[in-house]
């Protein structure tokens, strides 16, 4: 199984990069932002709950996210396996879908890192509020919120894979196209 996590600060183009990934490999994509989305606008119990957290660019809690996540990857039968979009953002996300993945008999592949700089995230996030609609991308302070929560709470969980021999960085500005075929080689090294 070929199981990736796609990592990377708000704006890296995870979600984005995930599609060209998901396409070429097969993957199963779970992106914790568009489960918790959905979730929101459906206006569930964890919709209603995880949008008080997110509204404020803060992450949602560990217990909730982790549970959603295995939730949704048991409802696939017989993946290829997995790009993860969005998580683990902690490392108790990362042990906890550690020891999920082995209940199922398989582990992570790779942590790829994507690596953009702050003023293109910032334009980025900027641009996908105008066109998406992303409400969370459009206020400039939410924007540099999830960019230091990313920092504090989230980057750390680099050396957690790092620690595994499994993570990677890979250059994430520039076009699309340039951007996915350094991944495409990424992953076709491994």
């Known amino acids: 199984m070929l199981n990736i996590v796609l990592f990377g600060p708000p704006g890296a183009g995870k979600g984005t990069q995930s599609n060209q990934l998901i396409e070429k490999y097969g993957l199963i994509h779970l992106s914790t932002g568009d489960i918790f989305r959905a979730n929101i606008k459906g206006k569930t119990k964890l919709g209603v709950l995880a949008k008080g957290f997110i509204d404020k660019g803060q992450l949602v809690p560990d217990e909730v996210t982790i549970n959603l996540l295995k939730s949704e990857a048991q409802k696939v039968e017989n993946p290829k396996g997995f790009i993860f979009d969005g998580f683990p953002r902690t490392n108790k996300q ?23 700089d702050e003023e293109e995230l910032k334009s980025r996030l900027e641009l996908r509020a105008k066109d998406s609609g992303r409400v969370d991308d ?12 990313y920092r504090q709470e989230t980057a750390p969980v680099k ?30 090294s491994l």
């Open 94 to 116: 990362a042990v906890a879908l550690d020891d999920f993945l082995l209940e199922i008999g398989t582990s992570i592949t790779q942590m790829i890192s994507l690596d953009v």
């Open 138 to 149: 459009a206020d400039p302070a939410v924007i540099q919120n999830r960019i230091n929560v």
């Open 159 to 188: 050396d957690y894979y790092s620690g595994q021999d499994k993570w990677m960085k890979i250059d994430g500005q520039g076009t699309i196209e340039a951007i996915t075929q350094r991944l495409f080689d990424a992953i076709d």
